[in-house]
């Protein structure tokens, strides 16, 4: 029985207590034993006891695009993702662990995972070469001598992007089996690389005659299991190389396909290949390619994994589609059937192209689980446990994995604790607390966003709110208000036709009036719910979306005509309801990142963040400002619920103080003084990109990262 259980149950047994013993005297003591009992139950809905920093629960999101089981220890299985870092799975708890949480800001580019590899001698060494983007700086190669709980940086780096074309596809880093202290490297613009002592050292195999496309470079490196030395690579665009001196001398394998995907080796010494183009399906057996694909199938195939019990089981999948298909072979690819699939889906608003195991990048046999299978797709993880099952049963296990990237988060003063908009699953009214999955998203009671950009609600009547978002896949935008606090969603009558909202702001006053800032075009504004829209004036072009953060746009909390926007280092301010702006400072620094933000219930004040040129206050509607003295960086801030006895705000920020450093902070005095509340060894540097504190309970604050999901932290 679990704990929300447990507390109806206790406060049942009471209320009965209350009927048999005390006769029930009046009707207001029922009410009184029933509003404890709701009570309870709120405040299990609100947050957990916890004290450190942990994730909402969402349930997965983001694309998986390996997973690697260890052949001596059952259940030693690790994944990757493209921007949400590496993950290890917990068997007891049926969950993923973090395993990269510790990079701070400044290493946030490590959260992009390019490959990983395991010593299949030692269960406890793990390696991981991690990097967002090529044009970013360089990635690294990280090993782990304890299944990933520490970390030693290695003596490579190299452009990599774990976040960019072809990362589903692979693996570019492998550990030879027959020697733990030979590893290789394949990477996307500088070759190949060896290391010969277990990572200490590196150096460029030069030898290595493939040309392999741009930025997508050397995708796969293969070791043989069975003969010693028989190495295979992949130039993509070029095809696959072998070398069976162990990497010392090179040759093209004639006949390989040109754009292979994935590689596999049976016990039997075949290689399997999957491909995009020509033969979907390959196999190379005593010198000789043969096409084996389902059905002489022209679709692009891409994940694929052999039996390790047994070398004519074979299992391969369709890739880069939302109609993915999965074959099985018994007899080494001359046979094909295609599995029919009954999906034991865990996380409740998972859609149903989620629900369809899209883009499939890795299948893998549980080398210890006879039957047992497990893939990752673009949103998460499956396993079945019986593969010779009809239908193949599978389920998602999302516990831990927690990738989404987070675009606007808004706690109001009452109603829900906690409303997000983010990226590819459009938002959550977090409708179950902190702890448990949403039960939908905003589509499922509104307009079907795949965005939510941004969140507002109306400070008189916080039930009313308003969100901007919209489909980057066909350019089509709009927005949505909300009448009962984020439950259900109507849809703008009207938007202007191809512009993309960034920011939008409400009146204080009146929720039909709102204001929204446009990807690089003039801000509009509604006085009507969004029925109609006309062009605001004296606003600079906004900034180009969507993959923009900053908080440029905010609304005064109690009058409801005054709204502010901040750009290029001034401060601009309408006093008409948003129809015209002007400019009332243009003396402070400019700065690209920055956050606008006003508290509640004062008039005319104005808070505003500018990274490394500090946090700023205003009392006068953004007349004049004053920096706070000793913050030396506010990357994000936010504003919550005072302590008990207080009228003034908890503030938050995430940046430096002087004399303190770098972290996480909170002040209960306008900034006067600070308390850390940071962990340093979960720093989420993981591309913080919106913060946000509870006006409900104090000491809550939440953090929107830009790839795993949203942290936040209760006293």
Known sequence: MNRLNRIVLIAIIS???VIAFQQIKSVSVINSAFERAELAIFDIQKTT???????????????VTGIYLHPLQKDLVYIKTDVGGFYRWNPREQSWVPITDHFPLSQRRYYGGEALAFDPKD???VYIAAGSYVWDRPGTIFKSTNQGATWTKLNLDLPMGGNQNKR??????VVNPFNSNLIFFGSRQDGLWKSSNAGRSWTKVNSFPGTAKKDIGITAVLFDRQVSGLVYAIAYGDGIYKSTDTGVTWSKVEGSPQWPRRMATSRNGTLYATSAKGPGVSKYANGVWSNITPNNSQAVFNALSVNPANPDELVVALGETPSTKIYQSLDGGSTW????????????????????QAWISAIEFDPKVAGRIWLTDWYGIWRTDDIKANPVVWTNYQKGHEEIVTFALVSPPKGPLLLSGMADVDGFYHNNGLDAYPSKTFSDNGPDFQDTYSIAYNDRDPSRIVRVGGKRWNNTYSGATSADGGLTWQK???????KMPMRVAMSATNPNVFVVSISSGQAVRTDDGGATWSDVSGLPKGPKGPWNWSQSLAADTVDGNTFYYYAGGKVYRSTDGGVSFETVNASLPRESWHSLKTVSGVKGEVWLSLDTKGLHRSTDGGKTFS???????????AFGKPQRGSKIPALYLYGKIAGIGEGIFRSLDRGRTWTSIGDRSKPIGNNPQVMEASKQEFGLVFIGTGGRGIYYRAL
């Open 15 to 17: 209320l009965l207590a």
């Open 49 to 63: 006891a916890s004290t450190g920093w942990n994730n909402v629960s969402l349930g997965g999101g983001g694309y």
């Open 492 to 498: 703008f009558a009207s938007f202007p036709a191809n």
């Open 337 to 356: 059937t295609q599995m029919k699939r009954s999906m034991n889906n865990t996380v409740p608003w998972w859609t149903k192209i989620m629900r369809s």
């Open 627 to 637: 920096q706070i003295a000793g913050v030396e960086r506010a990357y994000l801030f």
């Open 123 to 125: 269960p406890k060494i």
């Open 168 to 173: 589903w596809m692979g693996e570019r880093l």
